[in-house]
T-cell receptor, first 110, second 113 residues
Framework: RKEVEQDPGPFNVPEGATVAFNCTYS??????FFWYRQDCRKEPKLLMS???SGNEDGRFTAQLNRASQYISLLIRDSKLSDSATYLC???????????FGRGTSLIVHP | EPEVTQTPSHQVTQMGQEVILRCVPI?????FYWYRQILGQKVEFLVS????????KSEIFDDQFSVERPDGSNFTLKIRSTKLEDSAMYFC???????????FGNGTRLTVT
C-alpha cells in the first residue's frame, strides 16, 4: 500500500458546486496533515493544515479520521480559480519527512 | 511575508556535468528540504537537513547528490554528474519546526540533455 494515496481525478465540476477529496495514509504513527494546492508547473502552496477536530477556512473544510486513516478536503461554492491539483501531505513524528500524495486534479468550468 | 527563494529558475545542462541548485530558506526556519518532481509525477522527498547535517535521505539521494549550507543563509543541492533522468523540477522547502507546514521556493527546472 502506498504511503499516501489520492484519487488522481480529474474532478470536473461547474462553478458553484461542492466537491470533496479524500486521501488515505498507511502509517498509523502519522501526526501532521496538510492540504497543498499546486498550479501547473508551480510550487506547492499550503492551503491548510488539518487538525484532529476538523477545521474550516472560508469555503474550505478539512477533516481527519484517525481510525480510518484518511483526511478529506471539502470545497464549497467552487470558483474557476480553484482549478488546480490538490496535494495531500502526511508526516510522521520523529524524523519529520512530509510525504506527498500524487494529487487530485480539479477543473472548475463555467 | 518572508519566502524561500531559489536560483536559477531554469538550468539546462549536458549529461555528465555538475550542477548546483541554490536556495535561501526563510531566515528563522530550522529544517531544510529538497524535493523533486518529475513532470506529471508526484513530489518526491530527496533529503532533509537540520543542525548543519543531513537528518534523512531517500533512496533517490545517492552518491551523485550532496547538500551544503555553506553560510548562514544558503542551502545548496549539488548533482555531481547529471543523468537524463535527473531532469525534473527541484523544490527547496523550509519549516520552523516539526509539525509545521513546509514553505516552498519557486523551484528550479533542471533539464539534462
Amino acid at each position: 500500500r502506498k504511503e499516501v494515496e489520492q484519487d488522481p481525478g480529474p474532478f470536473n465540476v461547474p462553478e458553484g458546486a461542492t466537491v470533496a477529496f479524500n486521501c488515505t495514509y498507511s502509517n498509523s504513527a502519522s501526526q501532521s496533515f496538510f492540504w497543498y494546492r499546486q498550479d501547473c508547473r508551480k510550487e506547492p502552496k499550503l492551503l491548510m493544515s488539518v487538525y484532529s477536530s476538523g477545521n474550516e477556512d472560508g469555503r474550505f473544510t478539512a477533516q481527519l479520521n484517525r481510525a480510518s486513516q484518511y483526511i478529506s478536503l471539502l470545497i464549497r461554492d467552487s470558483k474557476l480559480s480553484d482549478s488546480a491539483t490538490y496535494l495531500c501531505v502526511v508526516a510522521r513524528g520523529g524524523s519529520y519527512i512530509p510525504t506527498f500524495g500524487r494529487g487530485t486534479s480539479l477543473i472548475v468550468h463555467p | 511575508e518572508p519566502e524561500v527563494t531559489q536560483t536559477p529558475s531554469h538550468q539546462v545542462t549536458q549529461m555528465g556535468q555538475e550542477v548546483i541548485l541554490r536556495c535561501v530558506p526563510i531566515s528563522n526556519h530550522l529544517y531544510f528540504y529538497w524535493y523533486r518532481q518529475i513532470l506529471g509525477q508526484k513530489v518526491e522527498f530527496l533529503v532533509s537537513f537540520y543542525n548543519n547535517e543531513i537528518s534523512e535521505k531517500s533512496e533517490i539521494f545517492d552518491d551523485q547528490f550532496s547538500v551544503e549550507r555553506p553560510d548562514g543563509s544558503n542551502f545548496t543541492l549539488k548533482i555531481r554528474s547529471t543523468k537524463l533522468e535527473d531532469s525534473a523540477m527541484y523544490f527547496c522547502a523550509s519549516t520552523k519546526g516539526v509539525s509545521s507546514p513546509l514553505h516552498f521556493g519557486n523551484g528550479t527546472r533542471l533539464t539534462v540533455t
